[in-house]
């Protein structure tokens, strides 16, 4: 979120200064740039008269594609069928999502049976997957996904799409998973490397996440479910859907509320959210209609500081405590979607939606220095009209999809010192993106795909900042110099190449080259300094950052032999004016070029009909190439992470158990790009799982972090005292009773 995530890096910013002014002070440090996340992918399948809201495989069968994400090319836990043939991708099916990208998906059924108490833990079981928390962990509200390794900025670097339409805002905080009713998705589909770009424009970096919600087509004639559950720290939570079919017509709901007291002082949540979808359905037009609601009041608890200069450590002494009692961040959002579907030819097929996306926060923040409130106002309108088209050319299979988007969204942000007083700053910010892109996959043989694509895109913006000088200002960081304005327009490009090679039925290979973008968000140019001189003067900003740009490659291969499945690849990806916080600084920059490379390894086996065993593991580097910290690490992102887990029928439906675990090397904490001080260190967590099913009725039994493991994924160094950092602890063993029944 904007509001919160900006407010919070201005308290990380003055908990570093105090560390220079009055060291015996604790820290008032929140992590602005670690925070939320988004993603982007291909073409995908709409086939009437199916779910419109579905992403499908594609194969040279399938009529009708649609932009979404990437059809599975790795069914995590895809469970062959009687005949020993997995769910998954076959060796003879072509044009499989981004022809040569990397991809995972984790369907309905895996993330009900999952004991993970959060939708990013499920997400972060797959390989290369990292997560970050600041807020206590829960229900996962604010938690971040990295994908390939960008640490601190994992949201603006990966694209969320839902339902194949990209959902990331221009602001930092992007879509909250923790807002998405678990009950409402159909299935995730992660695609990891910049491919995506072509398809989605700026944030697809580091890779795409496309959730796919249920929307009841062709079900039956009306279904409910109700859910209810209770847990540690007095958590309760409910849920409940509903759908409902007639002839062409179906429409469904799904919405759950959830409060809790959370794991730390002032960590409380009270959170609900609602999705709704309303569809016709017919041979030659789908149309649908989707709208969507969240509303969130949370308490942040801040960091636990610890100084070995001065004896300090409240990790250990009081960790579950706060210095920050009163701070607080809401956020209200609405969002509606439309669009078509309609068959022009046969091969030929238009597809037409557009959409508004509400969103308003509204933080509070309280110090020894003074108090700051921040109040922001996001709104997006998009059409992306586009034509998919699958014919034969020269006598090869081809599929084209093709099309324009265009994007609105306007900003507003005031900041005053405290809630209903003039503000100090008043921000306004209006952004509009127009794109053109065209990708197309040729079946250059019946065993060899190959697709191309490129994207040009142009960005307008138009920056103020209006300056209320208001002699009573306690609050230094709040009463900042007065921003310069801002206009500019910007071309940038996209480019995809890949390959996919089947030998047979059970070894393939991959590889593609790409080239994309991000360009600066609302949060990051409101603090584009220079913002302080070294004497703390303020200095007028500018609102002005390079765009950052990523060319990478990837290569590797998939086997499928029975009940075996296996995906490995390796990447390499160099960056230019990469956007980074530096809190000794109190400003966003373009960093040195910086590379990242790595490999990541996912693989399942189904034992029998009653086991299933799945695992991955991946190793992640992101260093700096240039500049004074050539060679170092990037803050925030851990070389090495792995996951496995069973799933196990113990007697049919009536008993299963879901075990999972998660772990991760030590990291660099933020503001070290020197690699100097003190690492967050490695841990791992162990959920357990038991649910079951009788007749309409259903119950779970979830143990997480079994083994009471303290550990934390956030902490900040001190910019002046050398062993002084801020940590964000997060919960041990914790426990979840649900139960419900279906009608």
């Known amino acids: 979120m904007s509001s919160i995530s900006l407010a919070a890096q201005r308290r990380r910013s003055c908990w570093l200064a105090t560390t220079f002014l009055v060291p015996v002070l604790s820290l008032g440090v929140s992590a602005a740039r670690a925070q939320q996340v988004a993603a982007a992918l291909p073409p995908i399948e709409i086939s009437a008269p199916n779910d419109e809201n579905r992403a499908r495989p594609r194969t040279d069968q399938e009529q009708g594609s649609r932009r979404i994400a990437p059809a599975p090319t790795n069914r995590r836990n895809a469970a062959p069928s009687a005949g020993g043939t997995a769910t998954g991708a076959t060796a003879i099916r072509q044009f499989n999502g981004i022809v040569g990208a990397s991809a995972t998906v984790i369907t309905a059924e895996e993330i009900a049976h999952s004991p993970a108490a959060t939708l990013q833990e499920i997400i972060a079981q797959t390989p290369g997957v990292q997560l970050t928390s600041l807020y206590g962990g829960v229900n996962g509200v604010k938690t971040s996904v990295d994908l390939r390794g960008f640490g601190a900025f994992a949201s603006s670097n990966t694209l969320l799409l839902i339902n194949g339409r990209r959902v990331s805002d221009v602001d930092m905080q992007g879509v909250d998973f923790s807002t998405i009713p678990r009950d409402s998705i159909e299935r995730i589909e992660i695609t990891r490397g910049n491919s995506g770009a072509v398809l989605y424009g700026d944030n697809a970096i580091g890779g795409v996440i496309n959730i796919v919600l249920k929307n009841g087509v062709g079900g039956p004639p009306a279904a409910i479910r109700a859910e209810a559950g209770a847990g540690s720290f007095n958590a309760r939570m409910v849920s409940f859907s509903a759908a409902t079919n007639y002839g062409p017509w179906s429409a469904s709901f799904y919405g759950n509320g959830i409060k809790s007291d959370g794991y730390r002082v002032n960590n409380a949540l009270d959170q609900r959210n609602g999705i709704g979808n309303l569809n016709y359905t017919t041979s030659d037009l789908t149309a649908f209609l989707t709208l969507s609601g969240d509303d969130q009041k949370l308490g942040f608890p801040g960091g636990r500081t610890v100084d070995p200069s001065i004896g300090l450590d409240q990790l250990t002494t009081n960790r579950r405590g706060t210095s920050t009692p009163f701070d607080y961040g809401n956020q209200q959002g609405a969002n509606a979607t439309a669009g078509f579907t309609k068959t022009l030819m046969n091969g030929v097929d238009l ?393």
């Open 351 to 743: 597809i037409v939606d557009g959409g508004v996306r509400d969103k308003k926060q509204q933080a509070g923040f309280f110090n020894p220095f003074g108090n700051s409130y921040v109040d922001s106002h996001l709104q997006t309108w998009s059409i992306t009209p586009r034509l998919s088209i699958k014919n034969v050319m020269f006598g090869l299979p081809s599929s084209i999809l093709t099309g324009v988007d265009y994007y609105d969204a306007s900003f507003h942000q005031e900041r005053p010192v405290n809630k209903g007083t003039p503000p100090i700053h008043t921000y306004d910010l209006q952004q509009q993106t127009l794109a053109g892109y065209w990708q197309q996959t040729i079946g250059l043989l019946p065993t060899t795909d190959f697709s191309y694509g490129a994207r040009v895109q142009q960005t307008t913006l138009k920056a103020r900042d209006i300056l209320n000088n208001d002699p009573n200002c306690a609050f230094f960081f709040s009463c900042s110099a007065q921003n310069l304005p801002l206009d500019s327009q910007e071309g940038q490009y996209a480019l995809h190449i890949g390959l996919e090679h089947r030998f047979n039925n059970v070894f393939s290979v991959f590889g593609r080259a790409a080239r994309a973008f991000r360009t600066p968000n609302v949060d990051e140019r409101l603090s584009s300094g220079p913002a302080f001189d070294p004497f703390f003067n303020a200095l007028p900003g500018d609102f002005r950052l390079k765009t950052q740009t990523s060319h990478d490659i990837e290569g590797g291969f998939r086997v499928k032999s029975g009940r075996f499945q296996m995906q490995s690849s390796i990447y390499g990806m160099d960056l230019e004016n990469e956007i980074h916080f530096i809190p000794a600084l109190f400003y966003n920059v373009n960093l040195d070029p910086t590379r990242r490379y790595g490999s990541e390894t996912s693989a399942s086996l189904r034992v029998s009909d009653e086991v299933l065993l799945r695992g991955g593991m991946a190793y992640t580097r992101a260093v700096f190439r240039e500049g004074q910290f050539a060679g170092n690490d990037v803050p925030l992102v851990s070389r090495y992470t792995a996951s496995g887990g069973v799933t196990w029928n113990i007697w049919q439906k009536y008993l299963v158990a879901d075990a999972t675990v998660r772990g991760w090397s030590e990291r660099f904490m933020d503001n070290d790009q020197a690699n100097t001080q003190r690492r967050i260190p490695a841990s791992a967590t162990i959920d357990f799982k038991l649910s079951g099913e009788y007749e309409h009725f259903f119950w779970s039994l979830s143990v997480n972090n079994i083994l009471d493991a303290l550990y934390y994924d956030y902490a900040v160094a001190s910019s002046f005292t050398a062993g002084r950092f801020s940590a964000y602890p997060l919960p041990g063993r914790t426990y979840m009773v649900k139960a419900g029944a279906t009608f």
